[in-house]
């Protein structure tokens, strides 16, 4: 497993408000370098889902203890599945603990793994977490709007989805005002990476995103 951090930017000033965890998970069944898809680590057993979740945050925290300026806050991604065992969670926790001591307004936790899970049980599982995080967001990775407003309605604090790749400006256009829409209504805030420019970047904040990754 590795990690690399990713500015994110507040969306309407394009101010950092500090770096996303991007995590890269490696076979070592033949070279080593095979990177495992979004769909693979999600077909991983729970033990090996918290080991991942575990790593990544201690990579995190790594960083913010080398990093002379203290950043405002760090966006760490943890498995739903992780935190959905009594074990996992109180391991993970713990570690959001460390990190949130490392920032100055506290670390971000962003649940992979929300798509299909009941929004009764994803609520209760938010719940447990609030209290150790500024803020509590779902990832999703299917951001077609019917997908999307499925969550409407349980209190989730925020959503945050990557934008498709190679898509042209009316396709990008179209999209966008799909998903960020869409995700207005079941959030107060949206969190979109990967816009590619800040050409893009300005528009997902036009239309309503609160805060944008741009690579």
Request: aromatic letters at 4%; charged letters at 20%; hydrophobic letters at 45%.
């Amino acid at each position: 497993m590795s990690a690399t951090l990713d500015p994110v930017f507040e969306a309407k000033g394009f101010n950092r408000i500090g770096f996303r965890l991007i995590r890269r998970v490696i076979s070592q069944r033949y070279n080593g370098e095979d990177e495992l898809s979004a769909q693979q680590v999600a077909q991983l057993s729970t033990a090996e889902l918290l080991r991942i979740d575990l790593a990544t945050i201690a990579r995190g925290i790594g960083r913010l203890e080398a990093d002379a300026a203290q950043q405002p806050s760090l966006i760490v991604p943890v498995s739903y599945t992780s935190l959905s065992s009594q074990k996992g969670r109180s391991d993970l926790i713990a570690q959001l603990k460390a990190a949130g001591s490392l920032v100055k307004l506290g670390v971000i936790c962003e649940i992979l793994g929300v798509d299909g899970v009941p929004p009764a049980v994803l609520l209760s599982t938010i719940s447990l977490v609030r209290p150790f995080a500024l803020l509590v967001v779902g990832r999703l990775a299917d951001t077609n709007p019917k997908a999307i407003l499925r969550l409407e309605g349980i209190g989730l604090q925020a959503l945050s989805f990557e934008c498709p790749p190679d898509l042209g400006d009316a396709e990008f256009q179209a999209w966008a005002a799909a998903a960020v829409t869409s995700a207005r209504r079941v959030a107060r805030s949206v969190l979109v990476y990967g816009a590619g420019t800040p050409a893009r970047g300005g528009i997902l904040a036009a239309l309503g995103a609160s805060h944008v990754g741009v690579s």
